[in-house]
């Protein structure tokens, strides 16, 4: 079937999709969430098996990785295969791969082999430490990235250890940050008619995503620690104890101080000597948390969120995930969208979390199947039957 873009914004744009795992695949969700013509390009699996791009194809993530493409198999070490992916890039607008940053090189599909027939191609690559340096042929994970780019050591509670977040954030925003590269480049594109090649790592991603917490570093000298549930600059702030659970509230400036004091019938906190000032709510922060625990525990969860949302002071539940998905205001937002496989029925995923009014993204296609679409893509470039043929008994496609 020809290509269906899941929205109009990006329709007119072509994507050769070398990824695999999470990072690659994430910032290629991206472009095609908003309607590019996305050709995912991927090893036979006559050749390799099923799971080529990091677990099992029918599994859910894979799934929720790999909607609104195309498939086509093609075995990029076999010279007739990169013939095929060159032929491809002379008319693609982008190229994205993560491989190591020696792969590309080795199988002559780098930037520079590329654009030489398309000089407005913009080639985004992601790797686990950057494409140069001393640690550039490291294989790169998502917890690695954590751990190297500070984050597991202000994550936890004090004393326990680092502790790892429970998404793979590292391997998450370095796609995003790809994705975002691309949409720069093509931006800049329109004015120099020139491509270029874009590049970001797990580990550069992470560290931009500290934000503060580097600041904290660079500019005040201070090291940060491991905070647990608590804000490390903004108290109180954090994990509460109800008598039906836990909620967050987040106390921030004079006003919200003082509303809160009066919700929790503790006003003489408010003037209190050693909490009158953020400072001195910071050094006295175990003992004012004590007092704010035994307030916090007489009542329900549903009972102080509302309270405190009542007075303009931040205050929420924690969920668990089935209870994110039943949240009145989650419902009304419509975060979820679902499309129909061949393989595997109908499937719920999250939708894009950016609203185009005029031209929205959609599901318009499931995942596709190793290979799917080889026929078709492969006729557009001009191969006859025979020819198709010819290539699959050779193991090329």
Known sequence: MPNQPASSALSNYTVLDLTRVRSGPTCVRQLADWGANVIKIEMPDALVGDGQMGGAREGSDFQNLHRNKRSLSLN???????????????????????????????LGIDYEVLSADNPGLIYASISGFGQEGPYAERPGFDQIAQGMGGLMSITGTPGEGPMRVGIPIADLTAGLFAAQGVMVALLERVHSGKGQWLHTSLLQAQMFMLDFQTAR???????????????????????????????????????IWERFCETIGRSDLFAHPGYDTEEKRSDNRD????????????????DWVAAFNDKGVPCGPIYSIDQTFADPQVQHLNVTDKVVSKALGEMEFVKQPIILERTPSSFAVAPPECGEHTDEVLANLGFSIDEIAALRAGNVV
Do not use: Y
Request: positive net charge.
């Open 76 to 106: 990029l070490k076999d010279p007739k295969g990169r013939a095929i992916l060159l032929k491809l890039a002379k008319t693609a607008d982008v190229v994205v791969e993560n491989f190591r940053p020696g792969v590309k090189h080795r």
């Open 217 to 255: 570093w660079l500019v005040d000298g201070q090291v940060p620690d491991q905070a647990g549930n608590n804000h490390p600059t903004s108290i109180p702030t954090g994990v509460f104890k109800t008598s039906n659970g836990e909620v967050n509230i987040s106390v921030t400036g004079k006003v």
């Open 287 to 302: 003992a004012l948390n004590s007092i704010i625990a035994d307030a916090i525990c007489i009542r329900t969860s549903e």
